[in-house]
């Protein structure tokens, strides 16, 4: 069974950063690749972009390519979501996802069945 776990949310000041990573078991992350999203109160789930196996290429949403990065975590099975220069409109839950179909990834929530219980981001002013 498939299982992704968040963590290391948090509350920051404006302009702060974090580290989310997420962490997958029962899966072998091989020749495939993994989004991030979030999502905040009362809005729809909000594409931040995914990270292929090989860690060589991601694809990052525009609202934040100038301010977040994704990349492979230095333990098996884990990716990093680098939060920086965080605005309070960053505010949101944070969740990894696994695709429907390997290789097969995108910004829509769609491409996606499997998600984290998410980690919670919250920045004030």
């Known amino acids: 069974q498939v299982q992704l776990a968040e963590s290391g949310g948090g509350s920051v000041q404006a302009g702060g950063s974090l580290t989310l990573s997420c962490t997958m078991s029962?899966?072998?992350?091989?020749?495939?690749?993994m989004g991030w999203f979030r999502q905040a109160p009362g809005k729809e789930r909000e594409g931040i972009g995914f990270i292929w196996s090989e860690g060589r290429l991601t694809q990052l949403a525009d609202a934040v390519k100038d301010r977040f990065t994704i990349s492979r975590g230095s333990a098996k099975n884990t990716i990093i979501l680098q939060l920086n220069t965080l605005k309070p409109e960053d505010t949101a839950t944070y969740f990894c996802?696994?695709?429907?179909?390997?290789?097969?990834?995108?910004?829509?929530?769609?491409?996606?069945?499997?998600w984290g219980q998410g980690t919670q981001v919250t920045v004030s002013l």
């Open positions: 029962g899966i072998t992350y091989h020749d495939s690749c």
């Open positions: 996802a696994a695709p429907i179909r390997d290789r097969v990834c995108g910004l829509n929530a769609r491409f996606y069945n499997t």
